[in-house]
DNA sequence: GTATCATGTGACTAGATGGTCACATTGCGA
DNA sequence: TCGCAATGTGACCATCTAGTCACATGATAC
């Protein structure tokens, strides 16, 4: 965490800085990122920067946090309005709410995407560490009461569903940034009928 | 392309400097790998290592054409024998080619893997380029034609599918090395029936 | 006015990096 | 044995990195 005299700073020049490390982190993966650019940006000097903070893992853990956080609350609404209304919706609702984190919040989404490709870092074992298959697990319960209930197929790989329904959340991420990108698309229903594609692709297949 | 000199130099040599190359850039991305550290490891010299490579870009160019040259004697030979077969067989094969390189060449594939995680980087574009979506376009055409003779729904989003197809070929080699590394199993045809798994969810979906 | 303490500073260190270059060694043909 | 060209070498350069530290400035208390 941040040391003391981080949060007894104006609020102006602490939002300055976490912007400037957001937007350093959300170009450059943790290892290939720099502090020296980061002060340069903040207007800061070297001294300042580490009485704010212990050292640059510091500062990035400090940056997941608050993006955790934040989607922690897309993500969380989501959960608790469809908890009960089974598999395929409650699916539906986490990755739109991804999606739409993803767009209001596109470099704290960016730097989420950098830590998770770089899966095999020192960073990536600090940071994420044991909640490493968190989701998957997630979705493996999911999957094993919904074939309890008789709506999935109890012959399918449910390890490998789990790990290929985390992939997709992830790829989809990616496509919906490739198309917002080149087209200049507002963000809008139709994108989220995406989503709709994509389950509707899971559970009935793309095969007539 | 390596100078004249890198291919003038005993067999043995040359070998060793592939080796210990890819044994670098299998575990380091282009930018975090070291030139310092592989010419530690050829145990040869700066100076000559700059005679026989323009310069690390030129390396990792060369590195990348052999890795890319192997893989296509896998892939080649399933597209060629399954061209007639229809969309699910070609796939199929094309997954198990792959996931057959990367068992028998890991370091090859896993140097592969780093560079396509990196699509944002520098190199990346140099090195893929145009060629980025050549895979995609390639699903795509197979699946316009599928849908013509009826085997595929003409209802879904062919773009979007087509990435996702992508996507799972990437996925499941990382799945697939994820497992191998924790149980020590041995390559077999059983690792090859997750690609089964995978086509059958893909055309028939997990719902019931 | 002075003492005290928090905050701010940037030159500096030690360790990397990719790349260069003057020079040393080797091999080979005459 | 000489001469020349190909190959080999490692100290060195400029440039980057994270992190440190002696000092400067500012604010508050008395």
Chains 1, 2 share one sequence.
């Not at 982190?25 to 001294?47: A, H, T, W």
């Not at 699916?91 to 709410?97: A, L, V």
């Not at 919040?105 to 020192?122: D, F, P, R, W």
């Not at 989701?135 to 012959?155: H, R, S």
């Amino acid at each position: 965490m941040p040391k003391n005299t981080f949060f007894n700073i104006k609020e102006e020049k602490r939002k300055m800085i976490e912007e400037e490390s957001i937007n350093e982190f959300s170009i450059y993966s943790y290892e290939n990122s720099s502090i020296n650019r980061i002060v340069e940006n903040c207007k800061i000097s070297k001294g300042s920067f580490y009485q704010y903070f212990e050292n640059k893992e510091d500062l990035y853990r400090y940056i997941i946090s608050l993006s955790v956080e934040k989607k922690m609350k897309y993500v969380n609404a989501a959960l608790i309005s469809e908890i009960d209304n089974g598999f395929i919706k409650i699916i539906k609702e986490i990755f739109k709410s991804g999606l739409k984190f993803a767009y209001e919040n596109e470099k704290l989404a960016s730097i989420g995407v950098l830590l998770m490709k770089n899966n095999n870092s020192e960073i990536y074992r600090k940071v994420i560490g044991q909640n490493k298959n968190m989701a998957i697990d997630f979705y493996k319960k999911l999957i094993e009461i919904e074939i309890e209930n008789g709506e999935i197929k109890p012959d399918i790989n449910v390890e490998f569903t789990s790990y290929l329904i985390n992939s997709m959340m992830i790829n989809l991420s990616e496509y919906f940034f490739e198309i917002n990108k080149n087209n200049e698309k507002k963000f809008s229903e139709e994108m989220l009928f995406l989503v709709d594609d994509l389950m509707d692709m899971l559970i009935n297949g793309i095969g007539s």
